[in-house]
């Protein structure tokens, strides 16, 4: 919509509600001639004529007051549109489309979502669980969790809760093997390899500034972290897997931890994505404070 346009019809509506050109200049604090312009402007654009003008008086042409007509229910739907839309950014309520890691979306957002949905009951959400890497911009996401070193700097990020990754193992594998008290043992070892971390087929360790990438073997590997956990818990190797995924099975005994001193690289902590921090709607400011609160307990 152009400028000029809107000020053509500016110019039409007042000269009609007020009768005549010099009242509607008054109205709209103009000189008679420019309303006269833009007036005449608006007829030679539309190709016909909307006001028959006499010596006496100024009245809307038939062609004139359906015109005028729709662009007043034009307006009004306007105006509709904008007091809905402050209404929105000030009331928590409307649609938000949440992509977050399958896994990670399984096993702690699902138990958040929930309440959130309780205590706003006028917000709905949409919850994407997948590995794939999704562009909030371009796919049309409100908001993302993702886990790790950040990429896109187009977005801003809140820091949800710290994690690492672990290695772990079954109790009755250490029985039937040969203690692992440092990295290069992890050679002799069977262990259970995760295909989409970014740096296999090594494991990257460090502690005290000393890194150590080891190259391991393996007799199973897998992009499917939960069947990696079965195989480690029935003792099949060893598993170098992130905490919020194996709390469970370190908490009953199913797993248990080797070379605890011993820190993996590349990943540090759960963070919420947000396209922009400007003119957030309630909406979103809703979400974001619920699982800040939420993570702000810790979960694993």
């Not at 928590?92 to 009951?121: C, E, N």
């Not at 710290?162 to 008290?181: K, M, Q």
Request: aromatic share 8%.
């Amino acid at each position: 919509m152009h400028d000029d346009d809107y000020r053509q019809r500016e110019a039409f509506l007042a000269v009609v509600r007020a009768g005549s050109f010099s009242a509607g200049a008054r109205d709209l604090g103009r000189d008679v001639s420019v309303v006269s312009r833009r007036v005449a402007a608006l007829e030679k654009r539309l190709g016909i004529r909307l006001l028959e003008r006499t010596t006496r008086r100024i009245r809307p042409t038939e062609e004139g007051l359906r015109y005028r007509q729709k662009i007043e229910l034009a307006d009004e739907l306007l105006r509709e549109a904008e007091e809905e839309a402050r209404d929105l950014a000030a009331r928590p309520a409307g649609t938000i489309r949440l992509t977050v890691p399958a896994s990670f979306g399984r096993k702690w957002v699902v138990q958040a979502l929930p309440f959130f949905l309780k205590a706003y009951p006028d917000i709905r959400i949409v919850l994407h669980c997948s590995d794939r890497y999704v562009d909030l911009l371009g796919d049309n996401f409100d908001m993302a969790i993702r886990i790790g070193v950040l990429k896109d700097s187009r977005l801003i990020a809140r820091k949800l809760a710290n994690t690492s990754r672990i290695l772990c193992v079954a109790p009755d594998y250490l029985e039937r093997h040969s203690p692992v008290t440092h990295p290069q043992d992890l050679r002799k070892h069977d262990c259970l390899g995760f295909t989409p971390m970014h740096s296999w087929p090594e494991w990257r360790l460090e502690k005290d500034g000393q890194q150590i990438a080891v190259p391991v073997k393996t007799r199973y590997e897998s992009d499917e972290m939960d069947g990696l956990i079965l195989a480690a818990q029935s003792g099949m190797g060893i598993l170098l897997a992130a905490n919020w995924l194996v709390q469970k099975e370190l908490a009953e005994g199913s797993l248990v931890p080797v070379l605890s001193d011993w820190q993996a690289t590349g990943e540090d902590g759960v963070w919420l994505m947000k396209p922009s921090s400007q003119l957030q709607s309630a909406k979103i400011s809703a979400l974001t404070d619920w699982l800040t609160s939420w993570f702000s307990t810790p979960r694993w």
